[in-house]
């Protein structure tokens, strides 16, 4: 099992970014997926989370309205769009897959500043 995380960066506030996450060793087509972030000196949370075909999808109160979470199963990639980014959004962003599977990315550096 496999993830890999790209599309971060630097940012202005207010600016746009798309997060992607290519899975690989697993069916991915069956499996809910969530992002997730990490701050310096804070706990890892849940960012948003989409079902195996796409159809439900849940987000932290603190990103709703401005991130986006979609999936393309036949590329095996979830992607987070994320609009309107502020300061409290720079993190390093995962993408994971639930229980059983415990494999972690590498993540990818989002940083928000002006």
């Known amino acids: 099992v496999q993830f890999v995380e790209s599309g971060g960066g630097l940012v202005q506030p207010g600016g746009s970014l798309r997060l992607s996450c290519v899975a690989s060793?697993?069916?991915?087509?069956?499996?809910?997926m969530t992002w997730y972030r990490q701050a310096p000196g804070k706990e890892r949370e849940m960012v948003a989370s989409i079902s195996s075909g796409g159809g439900s999808t849940n987000y932290a109160d603190s990103v709703k309205g401005r991130f986006t979470i979609s999936r393309d199963n036949n590329k095996k990639t979830v992607y987070l769009q994320m609009n309107s980014l502020k300061p409290e959004d720079t993190a390093v962003y995962y993408c994971?897959?639930?229980?059983?599977?415990?494999?972690w990315g590498q993540g990818t550096q989002v940083t928000v500043s002006s």
């Open positions: 060793g697993f069916t991915f087509r069956n499996w809910h």
């Open positions: 994971k897959a639930p229980a059983p599977l415990t494999v």
